[in-house]
């Protein structure tokens, strides 16, 4: 059964950095475009970033074009989100999910369930 498992999250002052790191068990996530999603308190879940089944080809919200940076390694069965400087804005539980393909900077659509995500905080 899918599962993702997302990590890499942590407390971080403004400026600073954080890599976030998605696996997925019982699931080929080698196959599949992935996508990051964040969570801040009292919002609606929104994408941030897709990358292709092949990575050839990333998307970005405007809102961390620049600063984040979507990445895989297929070998590895592993997706991953640089995010360089953070913001306080950025404070959200963040999520990846898998899907065909992506439309825009989110999976056109989601396989499975949202995993427990990993918290990211940011502030002085």
């Known amino acids: 059964q899918l599962q993702y498992v997302e990590s890499g999250g942590g407390l971080v002052q403004p400026g600073g950095s954080l890599r976030l790191s998605c696996a997925a068990s019982?699931?080929?996530?080698?196959?599949?475009?992935v996508g990051w999603f964040r969570q801040a308190p009292g919002k609606e879940r929104e994408g941030v970033s897709c990358?292709?089944?092949?990575?050839?080809?990333?998307n970005y919200a405007d809102s961390v074009k620049g600063r984040f940076t979507i990445s895989r390694d297929n070998a590895k069965k592993m997706v991953y989100l640089q995010m360089n400087s953070l913001k306080p804005e950025d404070t959200a539980v963040y999520y990846c999910?898998?899907?065909?393909?992506?439309?825009?900077?989110?999976?056109?659509?989601?396989?499975?369930?949202w995993g427990q995500g990993t918290q990211v905080t940011v502030s002085s």
């Open positions: 999910a898998a899907g065909p393909g992506c439309s825009g900077y989110v999976p056109a659509l989601r396989f499975g369930s």
């Open positions: 990358i292709s089944s092949s990575g050839d080809s990333t």
């Open positions: 019982g699931f080929p996530l080698e196959r599949y475009a």
